[in-house]
């Protein structure tokens, strides 16, 4: 086997390792970025529900007095 043709196999496994490295980070990047945007989703939500339930607490003490 010629040196060009080692020297070419080595680039390429070095380029496929690489690229399998680099894909894996920003997959686990996009990963996280996606799990923060559920959690500040859903954080809202919570608060909106609680101030949705003081207000109707609030109405329904209204009405009973």
């Known amino acids: ?3 060009g043709i080692l ?3 080595i680039l390429a496994v070095i380029a496929l390792v690489l690229g399998l490295l680099i894909g894996n980070w920003l ?3 996009s990963h996280a970025h996606t799990l ?3 959690h500040d989703s859903a ?4 608060e909106n529900a ?3 339930a003081e207000t109707l607490k ?3 003490i209204g009405l009973g007095t």
Do not use: C, N, P
């Open 1 to 3: 086997m010629s040196s």
């Open 36 to 38: 923060d945007q559920a």
């Open 43 to 46: 954080a809202g939500i919570i």
């Open 7 to 9: 020297l070419s196999v």
């Open 58 to 60: 609030k109405r329904t």
């Open 27 to 29: 997959q686990k990047r």
């Open 50 to 52: 609680k101030k949705e």
